[in-house]
């Protein structure tokens, strides 16, 4: 299959494509619905497709749509990876679950909240039992308060056009040049606000949660790859880590894939932040027998302006829609998609040849070729 024929147009053609060529390669395909009480069409569903030894110790999991728009990019590296399972098959021991559209609302609607209005990537945390993450969770990212404050009174006192186009800069200003840390990271305690990570689990947590519990209770050495875009430089996959700099965990990341894997919690890192509740973290819960090995590969598409507009775009969508005029928010919505979604070939080639190093780095790093490097 050509490059170009792995990437589909809409939510719909994605499924279809996916679930055709898992069914090609005699994968155990779980479909889980993701409809709502106000119908979306076409109905979403997270699938997931599981190839290789039911019983494989080694697994690799590979996540796509945790940001609904950035799901047909995802797809088209799952479908590579599908493709190249048909030409080669499977290392010894070792299965593959794909977890197509995990966002499965948030793919087919085009925005990158789930279906109840939470950051997926942030949901993933601890909300209700002993070892509960719930003071840590209410105590990060203070400094959102007061931008939460900021982004509702500005919206209070002018258009959604004027907002949209000085939003960015306005942030800037008011925050500093950490205005863009504070929006991205993430917080737990206003459901009104951006990057809200949920007070509870998420129906696509348990979506994800089942997919892996189904599939994969039999396996103890897991790599985690979630596909996400919209940060970074043009058509590079940054890859990240939330694990501990130190730990085990971060060290086979960074021999499974390179020194240049980010530690999102050293303090050193380029985005100095803690983040709670990422998808990693979800599947070691999930699967509490098993060594995780988790990496985001998170592939840059435009300007950081521009995803501080479409997070600015999808706050006033979700949180202000009285000030948008009729037909603005599936405009906005529009251009969410075309940021997170580039149509250049040339992007689209360099993501899927990436995706493909970064899952024979898994593959040989769950077969222990390179360890102790
Ligand atoms: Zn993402």
Known sequence: MTQAAYYSESYAQARKGFLAA?????????????????????APFTDAAH???????RSLVVVSGTHGPEGLTGSACQRALL????????????????????NAWGVATGLRCTEEGVDLNRNYAEF??????????????????????????LADSMSAQAYLACGPSMLTEQFGEG??????????????????GGFAPTAARQR????????????RDIAVVDLHTGLGPHAVGMKFSVAETGGEEAQRV??????????????????????FGETSSGVARALPNARITGLTLEYGTYEVDGLVRCILAEFLIRHRIEMLEAGMANKLTGKISAFFYPESAAWRQRVI????????????GLAGSIQGA
């Open 22 to 42: 898992a069914h090609a390669c005699g994968a155990r395909i779980e479909s889980i619905s993701a409809q709502t009480e106000t119908p979306v069409d076409p």
């Open 51 to 57: 190839l290789g030894d039911e019983d494989a110790l």
């Open 83 to 102: 493709d190249d399972i048909s030409d080669s098959g499977l290392p010894a021991d070792t299965s593959v679950l794909l977890v197509h559209a995990v």
């Open 128 to 153: 209700d039992s002993d070892n509960s993450d719930k003071d840590a969770l209410k105590a990060s990212n203070p400094e959102y308060d007061a931008m939460h404050d900021y982004l509702h009174r």
């Open 179 to 196: 205005a863009v840390n504070i929006l991205f990271q993430g917080q737990h305690r206003h459901a009104n606000g951006a990057g809200f």
């Open 208 to 219: 994800l949660e089942r997919a892996l519990t189904s599939a994969l209770s039999a396996s």
């Open 254 to 275: 960074k021999s499974w894939y390179g020194d240049d894997v980010v530690l999102t919690n050293d303090a050193d890192a380029n985005l100095p932040y803690r983040i």
């Open 353 to 364: 040849a990436q995706a493909r190093a970064v899952f024979s780095q898994a593959f040989m």
